[in-house]
């Protein structure tokens, strides 16, 4: 039998954290966010190692990462059926949104030996769920889980992204503060895409899904629909 996975990959802010979420509600399964444990590990980085930016240039080193997030631990922890994210023990859901975190994960999460360690957790707490697990991220179909039986990658115009990631944390909406969040959008975009180790892309069997013109409602149910399809209950 194949694993019990749903992979939801796509750029920022195309809404695979709250599709994967409410799939995973409807199908009666868990839901993992992978970016969350890159914010933990950028977290954990911040809080604790010197920043290569200051004067150690090697501060942030791979060794360095992993040790730290094996040691304090960064972890995966399911409450109910959802995987939150904890350093040292401490929920972190809330504060790996923060800006600080966003400006600084896609530089720990191109570092190859960080993202081994973060897929080995993925793969652990897959197999802890009985049901089955809503995983989403930028890598999950075509790295993580490449034999999962449904994939899919959402899309949405760079502005329709950042006006959504800007109503989601109930900022202003003018075309100024729309202009800068989609630039930061696209900077993160190129470096996600551009890094030797798991770029973001599309797996070539994953069903696209533009979500520019889809409410929630909507690309949640085609979702659904899919995996009634695909995977038997
Ligand atoms: O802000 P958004 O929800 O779009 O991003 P996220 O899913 O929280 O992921 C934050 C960052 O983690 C991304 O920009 C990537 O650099 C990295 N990431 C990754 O490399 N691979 C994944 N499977 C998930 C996230």
Known sequence: MSIRVIAIDGPAASGKSSTAAA???RLGWAHLDSGALYRAVT???LDNLRDPGSEMRDAWSPQRLVALAEDLPVRLVLVGDVFRPEVAGVDVEDVIRSPRVTARVSEIAAIPEVRHWVNVQQREAVG???QGVVVDGRDIGTVVFPDAPLKVFLTATADERARRRLAQRGDRIDPAELQRESAALGARDHADSTRRVAPLRSAADA???DT???SVEEQVARVVA???ERIPG
């Open 23 to 25: 799939v995973a509600r």
């Open 207 to 209: 069903t696209l899904l």
């Open 43 to 45: 977290l954990a980085a």
């Open 226 to 228: 899919l995996a009634r």
């Open 128 to 130: 802890t769920h009985p």
């Open 212 to 214: 520019t013109r889809l």
